[in-house]
Nanobody, 123 residues
Framework: QVYLVESGGGLVQAGGSLRLSCAASGLTFSTYTMGWFRQAPGKEREFVGAISSAGGTYYANSVKGRFTISRDNAANTCSLQMNSLKPDDTAVYYC?????????????????WGQGTQVTVSS
């Protein structure tokens, strides 16, 4: 059974930082691309960023330069460092794992999903 568990969400003021973590189990973590998505109230889930098994990183334009994704294959964890947060970043953040050749920004690329963690950025 594959489990992805996000942590680190919370309430932060605009301009602040948060670090989200995703702990994975039940899969050969190092062989998976890890993605981060978010869903704001009333909106569709959207791509935030991803890190491939080789360590390559990809970001949505809306977060490029503010968010950084990293992974620790020894610990089976993936992290999302979020700086210069804006109220528009408020959403539930999900981590996901996948091994397809589809674009990393596509939800269909990911076979496994976490339950999400809430991030709220106040103005």
């Amino acid at each position: 059974q594959v489990y992805l568990v996000e942590s680190g969400g919370g309430l932060v003021q605009a301009g602040g930082s948060l670090r989200l973590s995703c702990a994975a189990s039940g899969l050969t973590f190092s062989t998976y691309t890890m993605g981060w998505f978010r869903q704001a109230p009333g909106k569709e889930r959207e791509f935030v960023g991803a890190i491939s098994s080789a360590g390559g990183t990809y970001y949505a334009n809306s977060v490029k330069g503010r968010f950084t994704i990293s992974r620790d294959n020894a610990a089976n964890t993936c992290s999302l460092q979020m700086n210069s947060l804006k109220p528009d970043d408020t959403a539930v953040y999900y981590c996901a794992a996948g091994r397809t050749m589809m674009p990393v920004s596509t939800m269909a690329s990911y076979a496994y999903w976490g339950q999400g963690t809430q991030v709220t950025v106040s103005s």
